[in-house]
């Protein structure tokens, strides 16, 4: 199992940046995968980017061009650049580990709000 903490959050106008953190711990190795999903009031929660251990990214057309994400594997901490950010960016954030090879479970940090105020 993994333990992820986030940070980073909070409240900024349309235009802004904001960058968060995510620090894993725990039985990390093999190839895995991490990344960002969101959650906004009242729709399902939707990735946002990932980030494999071999370093392959992929994004949600909607962030595409807006968001990076990076992530620096000896410290197992992955982090999401947020640039041009708009009020429809607006949701709580959640970190997520999968275990890949071998296959295992998926893990969820707590999450962290994200406000884009217009």
């Known amino acids: 199992q993994v333990q992820l903490v986030e940070s980073g959050g909070g409240l900024v106008q349309a235009g802004g940046s904001l960058r968060l953190s995510c620090a894993a711990s725990g039985s990390i190795f093999g190839i895995n995968a991490m990344g960002w999903y969101r959650q906004a009031p009242g729709k399902q929660r939707e990735v946002v980017a990932t980030?494999?251990?071999?370093?392959?990214?992929n994004y949600a057309n909607s962030v595409k061009g807006r968001f990076t994400i990076s992530r620096d594997n000896a410290k197992n901490t992955v982090y999401l650049q947020m640039n041009s950010l708009k009020p429809e960016d607006t949701g709580v954030y959640y970190c997520v580990f999968v275990m890949i090879i071998p296959a295992g479970s998926t893990d969820w940090g707590q999450g962290t709000q994200v406000t884009v105020s217009s």
């Open positions: 980030v494999t251990s071999g370093g392959i990214t």
